[in-house]
């Protein structure tokens, strides 16, 4: 009854979602963490830039939301290319009719997929290859 009672509050105070007119770029949000908050921020009415290295899994993630009334668009690239970058928050600005409201920064990788295995040294020395300091 308590859930039903919060559903109705939250629907005289947001009735188009917490996030409307708003939008997002949502990196890695092709899969995991990043697909789920895509379809969170898009049922809170977002408009969601989803962005992902693997082109397949970011439009099915804006297919998805699209399909379900939401409103997205498939940005998908390498967030280690400047260009990259420049042609996102272009396309993303377009789609918000020249705003950006939210970015989520959650892309990211791992050799073997665990986090837990990354050593700190393993780190910092790919940092320093990604920024052309060692080869």
């Not at 859930?3 to 995991?32: F, W």
């Not at 409103?71 to 009719?97: S, T």
Request: net charge neutral; aromatic share 8%.
């Amino acid at each position: 009854m308590a859930e039903k009672r919060v559903a109705q509050i939250a629907g005289h105070l947001y009735p188009n979602g917490m996030l409307a007119g708003q939008v997002a770029i949502i990196t890695g949000s092709g899969q995991g963490i990043g697909a789920e908050a895509a379809r969170l921020f898009a049922t809170e009415g977002a408009k969601v830039v989803v962005q992902d290295i693997d082109a397949a899994k970011a439009q099915a993630v804006a297919k998805e939301i699209n399909d379900k009334g939401g409103k997205a668009i498939a940005v998908p690239g390498d967030m280690l290319d400047a260009r990259y970058i420049n042609e996102l928050v272009k396309k993303a600005a377009e789609f918000g009719e020249g705003k950006i409201h939210i970015i989520v920064n959650n892309a990211g990788f791992t050799w073997d997929g665990v986090i837990h295995k990354v050593c700190p040294m393993w780190c910092f020395k790919w940092i320093l290859w990604q920024s052309g300091n060692i080869e």
